[in-house]
């Protein structure tokens, strides 16, 4: 297998696309060939217009991640950081306070909105910031389009009973600490591929889900139109891990999001919400922990090749392995 596409979010989309290069790089993936190349789709319905900047954080943490900017502790933003301008504009009562933007990432965001502003569309804008870091995969926007997750949340003070706040402000200010009532991703249904999409899905050799967020990461990215289409026809086989082990995420707010939209917790429910391509779905295959290994032949029998194997991603190698992992089961799906 030569081309690779994976669709991705934030932080576990990064990790997992750390640990596949590696093991591309090293050849412990059999079935990869040594000079195998990865396609990124990444999640944009995170990005945010904020002191009049466009941030973009599904993009830029595979790009930093990849280009070695990254923040490995915060898993996010850039490396050797500082908050100078957070400050400031915190000490001129500027809201957001609550959203954290370095003096080194802002240079990013400051670069992609002068390029927007003056008509470049967000793949050739993030072709060229890829240009400084090289990733060493192909990043693709999953649409060039202004597309944005919201969060319905409950609030007595409002006459609906409720309030909408954008998908930075629950996540980042609200940890995620209330139900979401609801999650609405403005623009989806209106907008586009963008270049290169489809191509990466129908002409790729293997296609892969990581364990990003199957409602806000991956889920977004089937929201848009013509996607899962592709992943319906593409020859290639469609691989997931799953981003819920033991019953809850590993990080992030999956969890809350599945619990939004009524999906069960777990490895076996997020299969099944993501469907098998034997029956209108996008998997093939579906790997799960070791720790759910009670639920491989219920997966099995919704039509989805299932293995249980480790799933954490605590270093290059065990995710390297997971990937090989997934391989051998696309092989066995097909
Ligand atoms: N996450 C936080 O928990 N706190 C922040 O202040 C924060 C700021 C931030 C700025 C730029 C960026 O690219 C990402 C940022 N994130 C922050 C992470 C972001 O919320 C997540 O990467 C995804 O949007 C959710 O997976």
């Known amino acids: 297998m030569k081309k690779i596409t994976v669709l991705s979010g934030g932080m576990g989309g990064a990790r997992f696309l750390q640990g596949l290069l590696h093991g591309i790089a090293n050849g412990t993936v059999p079935g990869l060939d040594a000079d195998a190349h990865v396609t990124v789709i990444a999640n944009t319905a995170d990005d945010i217009w904020v002191h009049?900047?466009?941030?973009?954080?599904?993009?830029?943490?595979?790009?930093?991640?990849?280009?070695?900017?990254?923040?490995?502790?915060?898993?996010?933003?850039?490396?050797?950081?500082?908050?100078?301008?957070?400050?400031?504009?915190?000490?001129?009562?500027?809201?957001?306070?609550?959203?954290?933007?370095?003096?080194?990432?802002?240079?990013?965001?400051?670069?992609?909105?002068?390029?927007l502003d003056a008509g470049y569309p967000l793949s050739q804008v993030t072709a060229a910031l890829c240009d400084r870091w090289n990733p060493g995969v192909t990043l693709l926007p999953m649409t060039d389009d202004r597309v944005e997750t919201h969060v319905a949340i409950a609030d007595e003070e409002s006459p609906s009973g409720r309030r909408v706040v954008h998908f930075q402000e629950y996540w980042v200010r609200l940890r995620a600490a209330v139900p979401a009532e609801m999650v609405v991703v403005v623009g989806l249904d209106e907008s586009s591929p963008g270049p290169g999409v489809i191509d990466a899905i129908t002409d790729a050799d293997l296609v892969v889900l990581p364990p990003s967020n199957p409602v806000v990461s991956v889920g977004t990215i089937l929201g848009v139109p013509r996607v899962r289409e592709?992943?319906?026809?593409?020859?290639?086989?469609?691989?997931?891990?799953?981003?819920?082990?033991?019953?809850?995420?590993?990080?992030?707010?999956?969890?809350?999001?599945?619990?939004?939209?009524?999906?069960?917790?777990?490895?076996?429910?997020?299969?099944?919400?993501?469907?098998?391509?034997?029956?209108?779905?996008?998997?093939?295959?579906?790997?799960?922990?070791?720790?759910?290994?009670?639920?491989?032949?219920?997966?099995?029998?919704?039509?989805?090749?299932?293995?249980?194997?480790?799933?954490?991603?605590t270093d290059h190698d065990a995710t390297a392995a997971m990937a090989a992992a997934a391989v051998a089961l696309a092989r066995n799906a097909r």
């Open 52 to 115: 009049g900047m466009k941030v973009c954080p599904d993009l830029d943490t595979v790009m930093y991640t990849l280009g070695d900017g990254i923040d490995t502790d915060r898993g996010w933003g850039r490396r050797a950081e500082t908050w100078h301008v957070k400050e400031e504009l915190a000490a001129y009562g500027v809201e957001p306070t609550w959203f954290g933007l370095g003096d080194r990432d802002i240079a990013t965001h400051l670069v992609r909105t002068q390029m």
């Open 230 to 313: 592709a992943l319906q026809s593409t020859p290639a086989p469609v691989v997931g891990l799953s981003p819920i082990v033991g019953g809850t995420h590993v990080r992030g707010m999956a969890e809350q999001m599945l619990t939004s939209i009524g999906v069960e917790v777990s490895a076996a429910g997020v299969a099944r919400h993501y469907g098998s391509r034997t029956a209108g779905g996008v998997l093939d295959g579906w790997l799960i922990d070791s720790r759910d290994h009670d639920a491989v032949e219920e997966i099995r029998a919704a039509g989805i090749a299932c293995d249980a194997v480790p799933l954490m991603m």
